[in-house]
């Protein structure tokens, strides 16, 4: 389905404020900086976007710091037991590294997890919103 432009920015706002929510969660680690926009244009589907629309995936990440790698693993299990007690549909991993890591899906259908960075090998936050096809103005919006 379009989306409305208003409609792909409360996705774009709910998927900053649970990766926010999850940083303000985490018991053993902090946010080290605000969230990188990690935004792309998506090509999910093979309907092609009529004139004024647009297909964007909203998402974001947060460097996150644990004062030793055990506090990083006691992460990632409390957070898998918590998400598990919500109902929410729980997904494990291991990194490059060997580390655990977790993601989840919540009651909006947002993406999350808690991860190491491929790149710097880093602990990281990560929120996606999803592949969303949506006009890029609302028609009543436009002069």
Known sequence: PVRSAAEFHERDARTRQ???RLGAELRLGKLVDHAADTSVRCTRGLAANG??????????EWEVTFGKRADYVAEVRRLR???????WRV???????GLPVVSGTDD?????GLAIDPGSS???IWADGGCIRHHVRDPASTP
């Open 122 to 124: 880093r602990p990281k």
């Open 108 to 112: 909006y259908g947002i993406d999350i």
């Open 91 to 97: 997904h494990d991993g291991r990194s490059a590294k």
């Open 51 to 60: 004139p004024g629309e647009a297909r964007d995936e909203p998402s974001y």
């Open 18 to 20: 649970a990766g926010g």
């Open 81 to 87: 037991a918590e998400w598990w007690e919500r109902g």
